[in-house]
């Protein structure tokens, strides 16, 4: 415990799953964390409170990341609720599940508003705030990789752009002292894709390791990034995924 002692962390989509995996783990850290939420005040109260329990610092901001003009204001809010902002966790996200032929324009935008379009704004807006050491983590998916199982082709567009971005923006703020990294989880047992949902029969046999990853251990993996031991990593893609894409 320690690492990001003095920090501030801003974990968009905090309020549940991976992302309040990674609230939790920051905060255990040290780090003064702002979430931002949707549509589930009631979880993000949950997470607010366990990390304050736990002696932390931590504030809910209810944005969706669809809409531009409230990710910047959850940018704000963090720098003026904590006075700076030095990690930013990207990972808010939506997914959607159609073959081309039936898979709807507004589905499209959606994906895109979300996983792209509001990754780029809280990341532009972050980058301002940020001096020597800070960290942008994105989290993607292996499905910007691979097309592990019909109809996730938009979703995994949206996630490769998110790969894309992030090696550009690691040449970009490198010279400012900011890292970018992207990671990326195969399944993660989270109410989007439970481990014993729907997909989970698909994709079991598939991981070597036989089984769903949990929050805790993405949460792992953005906290070494976070950290000072992360310091020289940017511009990569960390795939954790129990081995699928091996």
Known sequence: MGTLKGKVALVTGGSRGIGAAIARRLAHEGAAVAITYAASPAKAAEVVHAIEAAG????????????????????????????RIDVLVNNAGVAAMAPLDQFSLEEFDRLMAVNVRGLFVAAQEAARHMGQGGRII????????????????????TKAAVAGLTRGWARDLGPRGITVNNVQPGPVDTDMNPADGPLA??????????????GDEIAGMVAYLAG????????????IDGGLTA
């Open 56 to 83: 932390g610092r931590a504030v809910a901001v209810r944005a969706d990341s669809a809409d531009a003009e409230a990710v910047k204001g959850a940018v704000a809010s963090t720098v003026k609720t904590f006075g």
């Open 138 to 157: 994105n989290i993607g998916s292996v499905s910007g990789d691979s097309a592990l199982i019909p109809g996730m082709a938009v979703y995994g567009a």
């Open 201 to 214: 029969a698909q994709l079991k046999d598939q991981i070597p390791v036989q089984r769903y990853g949990q």
């Open 228 to 239: 000072p031991d992360g310091a020289f990593v940017t511009g990569a893609d960390l795939t």
